[in-house]
């Protein structure tokens, strides 16, 4: 059985460009959450996608946003990339929109802009 | 706003010692905590899942309790070895599946 799986692992970008990053949950699950953690920091909730829309959103600007599919994968996108995005990009799943079922995280994106 | 503290903040120990990871939060309004472990440049490892019910957890060498009146968990560690050096990372969900982390305790153990 797969556990989340993420793509890219590594990229590297240009100040104003956008970048898509791509997430698969685990078998079963059916909500996907976004986290950002800069280096050493812990990881910061960006949103949350269940049934193909956002329903959770921490305190990122509009410049990040997301897609889920039919098929619960999910999407990530980053307009205007700023030096400040730089950062490991985490992908969660779990198997509902609930607050009690344990989150599975993905190994990652990291994100380098120059 | 939930805000979630971790101490200590780094800790270096020989191996075979048991050890306790402190983590403490703002609001006790949560559904349940996690811990996750983190290697260096790595995704996160769910160690273990606490329901806001509950009052520990275990796993192995690994003991996890919880007291929401008073916003705190703590992580045991019996017998510590080389392996478990890693990040720790504790996370009470607010609401949603929304979690909210720590800084994080930076573990390492000497052969």
């Known amino acids: 059985d797969a556990g989340v799986t993420q793509s890219p692992t590594h990229l590297i970008k240009t100040r104003g460009q956008q970048v898509t990053l791509r997430c698969s949950p685990k078998s079963g699950h059916d909500t996907v959450s976004w986290y950002q953690q800069a280096l050493g920091q812990g990881p910061q909730f960006i949103f949350q996608?269940?049934?193909?829309?956002?329903?959770q959103r921490g305190n990122f600007p509009d410049r990040f946003s997301g897609h889920q599919f039919p098929n619960y994968s999910s999407e990530l996108n980053v307009n205007a990339l700023l030096l400040g995005d730089s950062a490991l990009y985490l992908c969660?799943?779990?198997?509902?929109?609930?607050?009690?079922?344990?989150?599975?995280f993905g190994p990652g994106t990291r994100l380098t802009v120059t | 706003k939930q805000e979630v503290t971790q101490i200590p903040a780094a800790l270096s120990v020989p191996e075979g010692e048991n050890l306790v990871l402190n983590c403490s939060f703002t609001d006790s309004a949560i559904y349940n905590l996690q811990w996750f472990r983190q290697d260096p440049g790595k995704g996160l490892t769910s160690l273990l899942l606490?329901?806001?019910?509950?009052r520990e957890q275990t796993s192995g060498r690994l003991n996890a309790s919880l007291d929401k009146s008073s916003g705190r968990s703590t992580l045991y560690i019996a017998a510590s070895q080389p392996g478990d050096s890693a990040t720790y990372l504790c996370a009470p969900s607010v609401g949603g599946g929304k979690l909210i982390f720590g800084q994080g305790t930076e573990l390492s153990v000497k052969p």
């Open positions: 969660a799943s779990s198997p509902i929109s609930g607050s009690s079922y344990e989150q599975y």
């Open positions: 996608y269940y049934e193909e829309e956002e329903r």
């Open positions: 606490i329901q806001s019910s509950q």
